[in-house]
């Protein structure tokens, strides 16, 4: 009796106890519940402050390429550009955009390559103020010249290196500081940019020598530049205009001022696969000043005049599920001096054809080779080969 009362006693108290250690579980999970509940607070609270949280706005991304040239058995190697682009979205309207880049390997005083800030601008929809479509850039931002000045990953175009005639008429790659609005007409598939920014600094003429880059540069005349493009002619095909307008590049140098307008129109048909088609035409027209005024070189060079065309066919094709391969021909003409000049200026027309092969290892990063021909007026051609590589992501 005695040992069945003590096991009656144990049961008791175990029941007791587990009753007990079952309520302090219970307010166990009720405390964890409360704070995770307060955790996620606080994180909701942080998140609409903006306090934190800020590297799931941000992206990281870039390109880069190396070329090997060869022209009549002189040959040179470049890693040619090593670019970072760094994106933050600030809210549903605000975003930045930056691209940094390092020209020719290593920079400094002395060598040869250049460290440059070539975008740095905030994008604005003004969705808010009852204009969709609308888009505004403040800041450093590249012109819209052409087909390459903005878009010039290397898997996105044919060749080691970019065309010609677009580095000499959009001055590629061309940036600016100002504000530039674009306006997306979906119903019509037309898109409209305009731009007010900073402008070339040339009363030579060279329009690509007259790029100041925005460091510290003198802005006493705004410019002006814009594009018109249209995509519903035929799927993927652009149509492209381009305009430019500067004032007065003189810009604070000593000389008379010099007036320049930029004319351009493009068509651009790249698919991923098949066919594909590039050209370009473009032109400027100086107002230079009478030959030999004030020592100004600009008309005497024929600069007053500047025009250039390319044409490039392409097919592309697949050769596993991952790669893929493409062949283009494309030729070139142009001329910076092909105004006025005296009697002992020639002319500066310049003729190129270029037949190349592009190997896609991804859709993101290529190894190419093209074979060209170059003739200038007046002189013997030049052959050469080239070969490069490249990515972006």
Known sequence: MDKFFKMFVFLIASLFAFNSMADDMSDLQDAMKDLQDRIDDL????EASGTAGWWTKTAVGGYGELHYNNNNGSGSIDFHR???????QFNDSVSMASEFE???????????????????????????????????????????????????????????????????I???????????????????????????HSSLTSTQGDIRAGRDKVGSATMNKEAYSGAVRYTGAYPGLELGFSWDYEPDMNEGQSGPQV????????????????????????????DCPPVLTDANQCAENGRNH???????????????????????????????????????????????????VNWWLTDQAVLKADWERKKTFGSTAVQGFNMGMGYNF
């Open 306 to 356: 500047q025009w250039g065309w390319y044409a490039e066919g392409s097919y592309r094709w697949d050769v596993t599920e991952t790669q893929s391969l493409g062949v283009m021909f494309r030729r070139q003409e142009w001329d910076d001096k092909a105004g006025t000049k005296n009697a002992t200026t020639t002319k500066n027309n310049i003729t190129m054809s270029t037949f190349g």
């Open 82 to 88: 090593y670019v970072l682009f760094i994106n933050h």
């Open 43 to 46: 994180e909701d609270s942080a």
């Open 259 to 286: 007036t320049g307008k930029m004319y351009a129109v493009h068509a651009n048909y790249m698919p991923s696969r098949g066919f594909g088609t590039r050209a370009f035409y473009g032109q400027w027209d100086l």
């Open 102 to 168: 390092l020209e020719h390997s290593i920079a400094g005083e002395g060598k040869v390559g250049e460290v440059e800030l070539e975008q740095a601008y905030l994008d604005h929809n003004w969705g808010e103020y009852g204009l969709p479509n609308t888009n505004m850039k403040y800041g450093l931002f590249l012109i819209p010249c052409g087909i390459t000045n903005e878009i010039h990953e290397p898997p996105t175009f044919y060749g080691v290196e970019r065309n010609v005639v677009e580095k000499e």
């Open 170 to 196: 959009c001055s590629n790659t061309r940036w600016e500081g100002g504000f530039q609005a674009t306006h997306v007409i979906p119903d019509m598939d037309l898109t409209i940019i305009a731009g007010v």
